[in-house]
């Protein structure tokens, strides 16, 4: 008997528990906002539905652009793109993707009438058309210097299917072609996804992910530590410090495209007054924010733009810390005491919103921080003027390392995000995404940002990094782009 209990407690040791799970749990600051890849652009949201479904193009773990769905791609002219597709993708229905896919998927995304946050993103492409058995042609308003770029965000979803659903109910019912299928979203719990063995890369390493929404960060650490979650984001710094001694978690930490902002409304309530949006300006003070919130997890900039994308422009300077000009301001305009709604979820740092709102009242303003879900925030966000709030704590991706995708949608006119309106500003950014040369380019976006500037639509505070934890048997290298794809994680002794 005993030779025998030695011989089972060999084989326990000898087989880590973590070698017995086929599942893994993921443990998200906020819920779902939506399954439709072609509708809410926000990071829980595309961490789910981007392993559903396969893009026209992806990037590579350097960022480089690679194939995807299309397998090569060339330029006829300046405002014409022809995609060679693959022919051995199935849509986890069975049916194949096809061509006239491609097409619907475009088509779908830049319809107006659609009223996709993501159009700014795509709304040069004019049209899409089947130009062989395995080929699909854009062509653009202009010559397009981002349409690459932006196409690594474009996930094609199945003709027949949308068509027969409507989009509400494919949003409840999504089908895709990518590496996991939806088994069942349970709206403010958790979605599950199962794993698709017919994906045209291999099988994935796990035959299940569970995704949770768990607000609360101290929750999400307790979790990761008892086993109940095995990889979770959003963390702050302070919880990256708590954890580095952790022998049984790792951190997973990398600089990010995304840019931490303040959007500043400037169409509504006591913002509209330009005195007091450079007010805020220079009541903000980025560096006490970076020092002791951020504890080096991050890189100061002055512009609503990071260093890892294109249009980053450093010689645009930021507005000095100086809170008695500030207050000087807020007199001037006659607003002591007027009560500024800053609109917030729990995705973002709440220690951030209260250090703001410590700020300003220094100055003369009162901050009224009011928290709700994501899906709601998003919702008032994208609303009008009346329903964004005065400000709110932005961390904004494009997911495509380019200007185009972070100052075009957040301040140009028109914009489902923007909340503000200036005719020279629009006309910056409309010329530098018509335009091939690099350098006319960074011109056009250097008098965009002296505009930004001199306006304050949005205060850019910080490069963001993304800060991971996981259980140390997760094998995973988390990139620049937020990727969160889960085929490319697995077990390791």
């Given at each position: 008997?005993?030779?025998?209990?030695?011989?089972?407690?060999?084989?326990?040791?000898?087989?880590?528990?973590?070698?017995?799970?086929?599942?893994?749990?993921?443990?998200?600051?906020?819920?779902?906002?939506?399954?439709?890849?072609?509708l809410?652009?926000?990071?829980?949201?595309?961490?789910?539905?981007?392993?559903?479904?396969?893009?026209?193009?992806?990037?590579?773990?350097?960022?480089?652009?690679?194939?995807q769905?299309?397998?090569?791609?060339?330029?006829?002219?300046?405002?014409?793109?022809?995609?060679?597709?693959?022919?051995?993708?199935?849509?986890?229905?069975?049916?194949?993707?096809?061509?006239?896919?491609?097409?619907?998927?475009?088509?779908?995304?830049?319809n107006?009438?659609?009223?996709?946050?993501?159009?700014?993103q795509?709304?040069?492409?004019?049209?899409?058309?089947?130009?062989?058995?395995?080929?699909?042609?854009?062509?653009?308003?202009?010559?397009?210097?981002?349409?690459?770029?932006?196409?690594?965000?474009?996930?094609?979803?199945?003709?027949?299917?949308?068509?027969?659903?409507g989009?509400?109910?494919?949003?409840?019912?999504?089908?895709?072609?990518?590496?996991?299928?939806?088994?069942?979203?349970?709206?403010?719990?958790?979605?599950?996804?199962?794993?698709?063995?017919?994906?045209?890369?291999?099988k994935?390493?796990f035959?299940?992910?569970?995704?949770?929404?768990?607000?609360?960060?101290?929750?999400r650490?307790?979790?990761l530590?008892?086993?109940?979650a095995?990889?979770?984001?959003?963390?702050?710094?302070?919880?990256?410090?708590?954890l580095?001694?952790?022998?049984?978690?790792?951190?997973?930490?990398?600089?990010?495209?995304?840019?931490?902002?303040m959007?500043v409304?400037a169409?509504?309530?006591?913002t509209?007054?330009?005195?007091?949006?450079?007010?805020?300006?220079?009541?903000?003070?980025?560096?006490?924010?970076?020092?002791?919130?951020?504890?080096?997890?991050?890189?100061?900039v002055?512009?609503?733009?990071?260093?890892?994308?294109?249009?980053?422009?450093?010689?645009?300077?930021?507005?000095p810390h100086?809170?008695?000009?500030?207050?000087?301001?807020?007199?001037?305009?006659?607003?002591?005491?007027?009560?500024?709604?800053?609109?917030?979820?729990?995705?973002?740092?709440?220690?951030?919103?209260?250090?703001?709102?410590?700020?300003?009242?220094?100055?003369?303003?009162?901050?009224?921080?009011?928290t709700?879900?994501?899906?709601?925030?998003?919702?008032?966000?994208?609303?009008?003027?009346?329903?964004?709030?005065?400000?709110?704590?932005?961390?904004?991706?494009?997911?495509?390392?380019?200007?185009?995708?972070?100052?075009?949608?957040?301040?140009?006119?028109g914009?489902?995000w923007?909340?503000?309106?200036?005719?020279?500003?629009?006309a910056?950014?409309?010329?530098?995404?018509?335009?091939?040369?690099?350098?006319?380019?960074?011109?056009?976006?250097?008098?965009?940002?002296?505009?930004?500037?001199?306006?304050?639509?949005?205060?850019?505070?910080?490069?963001?990094?993304?800060?991971?934890?996981?259980?140390?048997?997760?094998?995973?290298?988390?990139?620049?782009?937020?990727?969160?794809?889960?085929?490319?994680?697995?077990?390791?002794?």
């Amino acid at each position: 008997m005993r030779a025998l209990g030695l011989l089972f407690l060999g084989l326990m040791l000898a087989t880590p528990a973590f070698a017995q799970k086929d599942g893994l749990v993921v443990d998200l600051p906020g819920d779902v906002a939506t399954m439709d890849p072609h509708l809410q652009w926000d990071t829980d949201s595309y961490t789910v539905y981007r392993n559903i479904f396969d893009n026209l193009v992806t990037r590579d773990a350097t960022g480089k652009i690679a194939p995807q769905v299309a397998t090569a791609w060339r330029y006829a002219d300046d405002r014409t793109i022809v995609f060679d597709l693959r022919t051995d993708i199935t849509f986890h229905d069975g049916s194949r993707l096809t061509p006239e896919d491609v097409v619907f998927s475009v088509q779908r995304i830049i319809n107006p009438a659609f009223r996709s946050p993501q159009l700014s993103q795509f709304d040069q492409i004019v049209s899409a058309e089947v130009t062989g058995p395995a080929q699909v042609t854009l062509h653009t308003k202009t010559p397009y210097p981002a349409l690459m770029a932006q196409l690594v965000k474009l996930s094609i979803v199945p003709k027949a299917v949308v068509e027969k659903l409507g989009d509400q109910r494919f949003n409840q019912e999504v089908v895709g072609s990518g590496p996991f299928r939806l088994r069942a979203w349970q709206r403010g719990v958790q979605t599950v996804l199962d794993a698709n063995d017919a994906y045209w890369r291999g099988k994935p390493a796990f035959r299940s992910v569970t995704f949770r929404a768990v607000p609360d960060a101290s929750t999400r650490i307790a979790d990761l530590r008892t086993g109940r979650a095995d990889i979770t984001r959003g963390l702050s710094p302070d919880d990256a410090e708590a954890l580095k001694s952790e022998r049984a978690l790792q951190l997973l930490t990398v600089p990010t495209e995304r840019i931490a902002y303040m959007f500043v409304n400037a169409q509504a309530g006591p913002t509209k007054d330009k005195r007091v949006r450079q007010a805020i300006a220079m009541a903000v003070d980025r560096d006490t924010i970076i020092t002791a919130l951020q504890q080096g997890y991050a890189k100061p900039v002055n512009i609503v733009l990071t260093p890892a994308n294109f249009g980053y422009v450093p010689d645009v300077k930021g507005w000095p810390h100086d809170p008695a000009k500030a207050r000087a301001l807020i007199k001037e305009a006659g607003a002591e005491g007027a009560t500024l709604q800053f609109l917030t979820s729990p995705a973002y740092d709440r220690r951030l919103n209260e250090a703001v709102q410590q700020m300003l009242g220094e100055v003369g303003l009162k901050v009224d921080i009011v928290t709700m879900d994501q899906p709601t925030y998003l919702r008032r966000r994208q609303g009008t003027p009346e329903e964004a709030g005065s400000l709110s704590q932005g961390r904004w991706s494009c997911a495509c390392q380019d200007a185009d995708g972070v100052i075009f949608p957040l301040f140009r006119s028109g914009s489902i995000w923007s909340k503000f309106a200036n005719p020279a500003f629009d006309a910056e950014v409309d010329a530098a995404r018509t335009i091939l040369d690099p350098g006319k380019r960074l011109e056009h976006y250097r008098r965009a940002f002296e505009i930004l500037r001199d306006e304050v639509p949005g205060i850019g505070l910080f490069q963001d990094v993304a800060i991971y934890a996981a259980r140390r048997e997760l094998k995973w290298a988390p990139t620049a782009n937020e990727a969160f794809f889960v085929m490319d994680m697995k077990w390791q002794p």
